[in-house]
């Protein structure tokens, strides 16, 4: 199974600070995802990415930014974090498209903003 | 409003029974169908697929598809205690490279 891994596993942030959520895939997925899931809300997709340098917009994208350096990592970037971004933070990888979207999901980032 | 919706937001079934999961997608050009599974505290894990009109079974779980009404649903035989979590069903478009669509989520609760 396809290998994602996230870090922080855990983040405690302030009001207005800046948060950097990492992910990296080992698994040479073009395709990389950003998600938070919330109760109520299900899990929505922020920014996505088709490859090395590219970055889409998803669903909730407002207040974030992702970068993809390389194949492997894609980071989601907080520049001014606020309380209504607490949550959980799910990073995934794979979709090939068709019947090949199976995403692959890491273990996720619970971030706490005060 | 949720383009997957799913039914029953929870259910609970005693051990050894059968569990039955319900998706519908109201966007009529979703092609492909997934059923993730997702333990608590954990990440969601697919558990399995569906692309055409029919049934496919897997070991105790089965999925069924009517692509005419875009109505997927999910059955867990012999419901096991370990079953407990939150099933989740996302449906993509063919051509629209990668992107999931995902329901709210149904939480099952298996009782021994």
């Known amino acids: 199974e396809a290998a994602v891994t996230q870090s922080p596993r855990n983040k405690v942030a302030v009001t207005g600070g800046k948060v950097t959520l990492s992910c990296n895939q080992t698994?040479?997925?073009?395709?990389m995802y950003w998600y938070r899931q919330d109760t109520g809300h299900g899990l929505r997709l922020i920014h996505y990415s088709y490859g090395a340098g590219s970055t889409e917009k998803g669903d909730i994208p407002d207040g974030y930014k992702a970068s993809r350096p390389s194949q492997e990592n894609f980071s989601l970037i907080l520049e001014l974090a606020t309380p209504s971004q607490t949550s959980v933070y799910f990073c995934?990888?794979?979709?090939?498209?068709?019947?090949?979207?199976?995403?692959?999901f890491g273990p996720g980032t619970r971030l706490l903003v005060l | 409003q949720q383009k997957v919706q799913q039914s029953p937001e929870s259910l609970i079934v005693p051990e050894g029974g059968m569990a039955s999961l319900n998706c519908t997608s109201s966007d009529r050009n979703v092609d492909y169908f997934w059923w993730y599974r997702q333990h608590s505290g954990k990440s969601p894990k697919m558990l399995m697929?569906?692309?055409?009109?029919g049934e496919k079974e897997e070991g105790r779980f089965t999925v069924h598809l009517n692509k005419a009404s875009l109505h997927t649903s999910l059955h867990i035989r012999d419901s096991q205690p370990s079953d407990s979590a939150l099933y989740l069903c996302a449906a993509s478009k063919a051509g629209n490279t990668g992107k999931l669509i995902f329901g709210l989520g149904t939480t099952l609760q298996v009782q021994p």
């Open positions: 995934a990888s794979g979709g090939l498209g068709g019947r090949q979207d199976t995403q692959y």
């Open positions: 698994n040479n997925h073009n395709n």
């Open positions: 697929s569906i692309f055409s009109n």
